[in-house]
């Protein structure tokens, strides 16, 4: 896990048991980028840039707080809240590139490792479609294990179909050649809908990216617009609206005790 920048490309799937069942899957992509070295997960190709125009691009503010500052020293600083120290260790952000510009990304993962090589802590920054942001920053067990999870309440409107008062659990494993991520969304009745991220590591190349292209285009505006166009078809089923609340005067929710266990 050497290099400065990845892909990944695999489907992600959703399944609601109650009150109606739904089920939702579709393909998307994802770039894993060192934010130490950005600038370096972009050299040598012409589809894909740092801060500037191109067919893809990252730009590290749209990300964190959305400022200028290096999004690198905004994750130190979150991680110092938390008691969490990685004495240079690398972070690795798991997100969906700008496509010609554009981008929308529901979730993205921040993998922080400490200078040994072990996961420290996972920062998991969720976006609604109300232009709206906020993490939770969760650290992690150091047990060596291969698969964790964690868990924390929700404090972030992100559905208007899902009630606040709701639980969630996360299940990841590092990102290797296979990526691993759900999310189980639970009640006090039990597990409600849980989420899914299966997808296999690739090079970021040139060639590469042209065949993502082509198999997923319009992949930021098809996942904006298939947010909204599974919200209709929940509607329909009758699942009524909940009212979105004023969101969190703390952009990241840091999680003192976390439900560390390795995943089963």
């Not at 109606?20 to 770039?31: D, G, M, N, T």
């Not at 972030?156 to 299940?171: G, T």
């Not at 590591?201 to 993502?212: K, N």
Request: with cysteine.
């Amino acid at each position: 896990m050497s290099e400065a920048g990845a892909l990944y490309n695999g489907v992600v799937a959703h399944f609601r048991r109650r009150p109606r069942e739904h089920r939702l899957a579709y393909r998307i992509f994802s770039v894993l980028l060192d934010l130490d070295r950005l600038d370096e997960s972009a050299r040598g190709l012409r589809l894909f840039s740092i801060d500037r125009f191109n067919l893809f691009s990252f730009h590290p503010r749209d990300r964190g707080d959305g400022s200028a500052r290096p999004l690198r020293r905004q994750v130190d600083e979150a991680l110092t809240r938390a008691g969490v120290d990685l004495a240079g260790g690398r972070v690795l952000l798991l997100t969906m590139p700008r496509l010609l510009g554009f981008a929308f990304n529901p979730l993205s993962v921040y993998y922080c490792f400490a200078a040994d090589g072990a996961l420290a802590a996972m920062i998991w920054e969720v976006d609604n479609t109300f232009g709206q942001r906020h993490a939770y920053l969760i650290p992690v067990a150091r047990d060596g294990a291969a698969e964790w999870s964690q868990s924390c309440a929700k404090g972030f409107y992100v559905s208007p179909f899902m009630d606040m008062a709701l639980n969630y659990r996360f299940r990841f494993n590092r990102p290797d050649d296979l990526l691993r991520l759900a999310i189980d969304v639970s009640d006090g009745h039990g597990i409600l809908l849980t989420a899914r991220y299966n997808a296999r590591r690739a090079p970021l190349t040139d060639a590469a990216l042209l065949r993502l292209f082509f198999a997923t285009p319009a992949l930021p505006a098809r996942v904006l617009g298939g947010i909204h166009w599974e919200a209709l078809k929940l509607w329909r089923k009758g699942i009524g609206l909940r009212r979105r609340p004023p969101p969190p005067q703390d952009p990241i929710t840091v999680v003192s005790a976390p439900d560390m266990s390795k995943a089963r």
